[in-house]
């Protein structure tokens, strides 16, 4: 069982939609990040959370320590935010950045 | 565009070669982290030094090797190589003092061994 497991896999929305997706670890943690990565490569730093909830234009990141839970919403989904999306964990008393990730869920935005 | 550079953007070279994959990290930032995505493991962790010196080691082969100069720009060398060993393999960077976690990822470095 991966220590990171992110749902769903694949997601397919209309443009305009609201958009969850999960992840769930299995270790302690002291922060977890969410990426974006697109099509041909680069990746993108979207959020660093260690607690609560942030929120960045139409991204909004949520984290439940507790739960060992973490959400990344995507609020009026645009076929410009088609890309994949990946849930990483900082493991906690470990290195800074040494990070232990998820598979990624790959975001389809059809206009 | 992140700041953080890296070269080549893609290498093509044969079993058994050697490589060098360069990366130069945001003007200011002393960490740098570097990380492989392949299709059948996904994205990991290798290693990551901090004003030129090693500070965490991840699953980095023998044969790769990697090292920080005084102008803090890294490299990873990769020698021996296997057909496994394609992959992209990115680096990043990060700031000193409270906003040190925050990453800084390169375009990445293609290397595809035939």
């Known amino acids: 069982k991966n220590e990171v497991e992110q749902s769903p896999q694949n997601l397919t929305a209309q443009e305009g939609e609201f958009i969850t997706i999960n992840c769930s670890y299995s270790?302690?943690?002291?922060?977890l990040h969410w990426l974006q990565q697109h099509p041909g490569g680069g990746i993108v730093s979207l959020f660093m959370?260690?607690?609560g909830k942030k929120k960045h234009g139409r991204l909004i990141a949520t984290i439940n320590i507790q739960e060992k839970h973490s959400s990344l919403h995507i609020t009026a989904s645009h076929p410009r935010d088609s890309a994949v999306y990946i849930c990483?964990?900082?493991?906690?008393?470990?290195?800074?950045?040494?990070?232990?990730f998820g598979t990624g869920t790959l975001l389809a935005v059809q206009p | 565009d992140s700041g953080v550079t890296q070269t080549p953007k893609h290498l093509i070279t044969a079993t058994g070669q050697r490589v060098t994959l360069r990366c130069s990290p945001r003007?200011?930032?002393?960490?740098v982290y570097w990380y492989q995505q392949s299709l059948d493991q996904g994205l990991q962790f290798l290693i990551q030094?901090?004003?030129?010196?090693?500070?965490a080691k991840g699953n980095i082969l023998e044969r790769f090797s990697a090292q920080q100069f005084p102008d803090l720009h890294s490299e990873l060398n990769l020698s021996s190589l296997e057909l496994g060993d394609s992959a992209l393999y990115f680096c990043?960077?990060?700031?000193?003092?409270?906003?040190?976690?925050?990453?800084?990822f390169g375009e990445g470095s293609r290397l595809t061994v035939l």
């Open positions: 030094y901090y004003n030129g010196e090693e500070r």
């Open positions: 959370l260690s607690s």
């Open positions: 990483a964990v900082r493991e906690y008393g470990g290195a800074t950045n040494k990070l232990i």
């Open positions: 990043a960077s990060s700031p000193p003092g409270q906003l040190a976690g925050e990453l800084f």
């Open positions: 003007s200011g930032d002393l960490s």
């Open positions: 270790v302690g943690i002291s922060a």
